[in-house]
């Protein structure tokens, strides 16, 4: 669960920058008697703004360091601006989240040649309390560990074998630090954050990873995956899963790829499969008739749709955290909807999973049919003229009860909109067609 992430010269985002989820009435380091985490944390951060503006970055900012956790080596995450004199700067990660019921903050420094500082607090009650700080001098350098008092586990062992270039964190979690590494989990990509573009959400691939998932899910999953693909009127009937035996001649063209990956050395038969698994959707017809079609044949829509009620599913379960870019990129405005509100609803969100994502669909911003995100889990982004990024919260903006969001958005009142000038557009279209370009047509 995420209280915070602040980044700083890491793409267009030159200067500091800060996605809070913390509720604007928690002013405290935990919460008080009787509330708990999920009570003063917001799980939905929405963000909006114009194209190539870097709300993308955002998330992508978060993804680096989760990456970097996972497979540790500072490449992931020393992207500075490339703003000015910046490049040979550090880039700068701080994030506040919750694991196993504790406040954490991780602070990380990554220049050119490796991991400058690191540093991991923890709240246990109330006041910070530092596990260590990580220092390194020039590239060739040792790395340095303090662990700070209350931290027990193989310290000493896991600097031995951290390289300057990798998170001393990450490293921990690679060799199963009894302390850091189900701390690190929680940051940790594919397990603690979760992350799914649009390219991924109308990969093939990525569907048939997802629909195997689904075929050894426990049944009350799969069950609530069916009801979802009824919710959203695709047509689908059910998703079958057989085995059909692979041709004799595609394993005699598998083996030729295999042989020729392996630089001409020869490969084991029984390193080609004998068998392949089918996907394929049964629809009924306006006749009821039920056919089948495989699945290079389902629309976009359809494979977009399942692709992210999975993620979104497994989010709400893990109570993890997700990030979407693009949430209604092939979705009709109403699933996006729906997507989000599963992430509101307390009864489906129990265990706090939180959702961040990049969007242009301006109805969510509305009052209509219902208003469903307040000014603090709304974002936007917006570019000045010199490259640099700029993240703000409606949050920061007058707003007052009944406001439509949707309407001061599309109106300017926030900035982070498109700043449209037809003037050289309309002098091109009525400018004279010369000889050579009414010939080259």
Do not use: C
Not at 68 to 82: E, F, K, N, V
Not at 313 to 330: K, N, P, T
Not at 435 to 441: I, K, L, T, V, W
């Amino acid at each position: 669960m995420l209280l915070s992430f602040g980044f700083q010269n890491f793409r267009s985002f030159a200067d500091y920058a800060e996605l809070t989820l913390a509720s604007p009435t928690f002013r405290t380091n935990v919460p008080r008697a009787g509330q708990s985490w999920s009570d003063v944390t917001e799980r939905v951060a929405a963000i909006y703004g114009p194209n190539a503006a870097g709300k993308t970055t955002v998330l992508e900012a978060i993804l680096a360091l989760s990456l970097a956790l996972r497979s540790p080596g500072s490449g992931r995450i020393h992207q500075p601006s490339l703003s000015g004199d910046l490049r040979e700067e550090p880039v700068l990660f701080d994030v506040e989240f919750i694991a196993r019921g504790v406040r954490h903050r991780y602070e990380v420094e990554a220049g050119p040649s490796g991991i400058v500082r690191e540093i991991l607090s923890a709240y246990p009650k109330g006041t910070a309390r530092k596990l260590f700080t990580r220092t390194q001098g020039e590239e060739e350098s040792e790395v340095v560990v303090k662990a700070g008092a209350s931290l027990t586990g193989p310290t000493a062992e896991v600097r031995r074998v951290t390289k300057p270039g990798m998170l001393f964190l990450a490293t921990a979690h690679k060799y199963g630090h009894p302390v850091l590494a189900p701390i690190a989990s929680t940051l940790l990509a594919d397990v603690g954050i979760d992350h799914i573009t649009f390219r991924d959400r109308q990969s093939e691939d990525v569907l048939h990873r997802v629909v195997m998932e689904m075929v050894a899910a426990p049944d009350t999953q799969v069950n609530l995956l069916k009801a979802l693909v009824r919710t959203a009127d695709l047509g689908v009937e059910a998703i079958e899963v057989r085995s059909e035996e692979v041709s004799e001649e595609d394993r005699v063209r598998l083996l030729r790829v295999l042989k020729a990956l392996d630089d001409g050395e020869e490969v084991e038969e029984d390193r080609v499969p004998t068998l392949r698994d089918i996907i394929t959707f049964r629809h009924q017809g306006s006749g009821g008739d039920i056919f089948e079609l495989p699945l290079h044949r389902e629309s976009s829509g359809t494979i977009t749709w399942l692709t992210t009620a999975w993620h979104a599913l497994d989010a709400l379960r893990q109570g993890s955290v997700l990030l979407i870019d693009e949430l209604d990129a092939s979705l009709h405005p109403d699933l996006a909807r729906y997507v989000v509100s599963l992430f509101l609803n307390p009864h489906l969100n129990p265990h706090g999973a939180q959702l961040l994502f990049t969007s242009h669909d301006v109805s969510l911003l509305g009052n209509s049919p219902a208003r469903m995100l307040e000014p603090q889990h709304v974002w936007f982004v917006e570019k000045a003229e010199d490259g640099r990024s700029e993240l703000f919260s409606q949050a920061d903006f007058e707003n007052r009860a009944g406001n439509n969001s949707e309407r001061r958005y599309l109106a300017g009142k926030f900035g982070a909109v498109p700043d449209i000038d037809d003037g050289l557009l309309m002098r091109f279209i009525a400018s004279p067609i010369h000889q050579g370009e009414s010939d080259g047509r």
